[in-house]
């Protein structure tokens, strides 16, 4: 049997709308944790992570929020990320803000790399979080993950990446809200991106197989990072960072589906869930029913013919 293990990542320093503190909780209320079991996976929820000590740190940047816990937090995570993927076969992480994969990614690339697989990672979002401490405006550091986990300058005080995710390994899908430091950033270091613009042209199919591809060919390891804001508000509120024009529901099920299809995902983020701005638990049962689809579960069975 393959075996899981779930932490959450009770994080909400990168952002500046409480309410992601509850997220992993929703997720386990949710019954994320039975799902899996029924779907066949042994599955230990080993708790919540907590932030190590912080340091004392500053920076030039006036606008730059929460940089003590920040560091704090990605130090841990990354710890604990780098021991869930050594132990199980599919570590899961709950969040709490985006700001939590600068150590998921980070640590389960740590991995790979003791592996000697690449790391891939396919991020779902509807921004791409590629600024450094010194080109935020906002100060909110869940816009900074990708930058320091493909080990980017500007991030005085972090710990340096043991194992920097090659940009070339990475595909956005659904990004709909890019400021122009951050354009200029993802054309400079070669990130693959499917924008929403992209997705109604040429569909999912296409765009999330070729990368597929590229992920099975190179002997891969796949973290799949699913932020709410990737999904339309209509269908998930919960999230205090909404952009209109997001994937449907079908969608994004689409996507799981293909994802376990492949075979190639090993590891995933269900960040940015916001309890606190939810509609009767909606947010948190979608993205609960997304990951079960990653899982195997279908939402439309296929019917085999008969002649």
Same mark, same amino acid.
């Given at each position: 049997?393959?075996?899981?293990?779930?932490?959450?990542?009770?994080?909400? =320093?990168? $952002?500046?709308?409480?309410?992601?503190?509850?997220?992993?909780?929703?997720?386990?209320?949710? !019954?994320?944790?039975?799902?899996?079991?029924?779907?066949? *996976?042994?599955?230990?929820?080993?708790?919540?992570? &907590?932030?190590?000590?912080?340091?004392?740190?500053?920076?030039?940047?006036?606008? &730059?929020? %929460?940089?003590?816990?920040?560091?704090? *937090?990605?130090?841990?995570?990354?710890?604990?990320?780098?021991?869930?993927?050594?132990?199980? #076969?599919?570590?899961?992480?709950? !969040?709490?803000?985006?700001?939590?994969?600068?150590?998921?990614?980070?640590?389960?690339?740590?991995?790979?790399?003791?592996?000697?697989?690449?790391?891939?990672?396919? *991020?779902?979002?509807?921004?791409?979080?590629?600024?450094?401490?010194?080109?935020?405006?906002?100060?909110?550091?869940?816009?900074?993950?990708?930058?320091?986990?493909?080990?980017? =300058?500007?991030?005085?005080?972090?710990?340096?990446?043991?194992?920097?995710?090659?940009?070339? %390994?990475?595909?956005?899908?659904?990004?709909?809200?890019? #400021?122009?430091?951050?354009?200029?950033?993802?054309?400079?270091?070669?990130? $693959? &991106?499917?924008?929403?613009?992209?997705?109604?042209?040429?569909?999912?199919?296409?765009?999330?197989?070729?990368?597929?591809?590229?992920?099975?060919?190179?002997?891969?390891?796949?973290? &799949?990072?699913? #932020?709410?804001?990737?999904? #339309?508000?209509?269908?998930?509120?919960?999230? !205090?960072? $909404?952009?209109?024009? !997001?994937?449907?529901?079908?969608?994004?099920?689409?996507?799981?589906?293909?994802?376990?299809?492949?075979?190639?995902?090993?590891?995933?983020?269900?960040?940015?869930?916001?309890?606190?701005?939810?509609?009767?638990?909606? $947010?948190?049962?979608?993205?609960?029913?997304?990951?079960?689809?990653?899982?195997?579960?279908?939402?439309?069975?296929?019917?085999?013919?008969?002649?």
């Amino acid at each position: 049997m393959k075996t899981c293990q779930i932490l959450g990542v009770p994080i909400q =320093s990168g $952002t500046s709308e409480r309410g992601c503190i509850m997220g992993p909780t929703a997720f386990r209320i949710a !019954g994320l944790p039975e799902i899996l079991q029924e779907l066949g *996976w042994q599955v230990e929820d080993v708790g919540d992570a &907590v932030p190590a000590a912080m340091p004392d740190v500053s920076h030039s940047n006036p606008a &730059v929020r %929460n940089l003590d816990a920040i560091i704090a *937090w990605t130090k841990s995570v990354g710890e604990r990320a780098y021991e869930m993927a050594k132990a199980c #076969d599919f570590p899961i992480f709950l !969040g709490g803000d985006h700001s939590m994969s600068a150590g998921t990614v980070s640590g389960v690339a740590r991995h790979a790399q003791d592996l000697e697989q690449p790391q891939f990672v396919l *991020w779902l979002d509807a921004h791409t979080d590629l600024h450094t401490l010194h080109t935020t405006t906002s100060g909110n550091l869940h816009g900074t993950p990708v930058a320091y986990f493909t080990g980017q =300058s500007g991030f005085e005080g972090f710990p340096p990446p043991a194992a920097p995710v090659d940009p070339h %390994n990475m595909c956005m899908m659904g990004i709909r809200s890019v #400021d122009q430091a951050e354009k200029r950033h993802v054309a400079e270091i070669g990130i $693959t &991106v499917f924008d929403m613009r992209a997705i109604d042209e040429q569909g999912i199919v296409g765009p999330l197989n070729s990368f597929l591809d590229r992920v099975r060919a190179a002997n891969g390891r796949l973290h &799949v990072s699913l #932020d709410v804001d990737f999904l #339309d508000p209509d269908i998930a509120p919960a999230v !205090g960072t $909404t952009v209109n024009g !997001g994937a449907t529901f079908r969608e994004a099920h689409l996507i799981m589906e293909m994802l376990h299809d492949s075979g190639l995902v090993t590891s995933l983020d269900l960040a940015e869930l916001n309890p606190f701005l939810d509609v009767r638990a909606k $947010t948190a049962l979608l993205m609960t029913d997304l990951a079960a689809s990653l899982f195997g579960r279908r939402v439309l069975e296929r019917k085999t013919r008969t002649y």
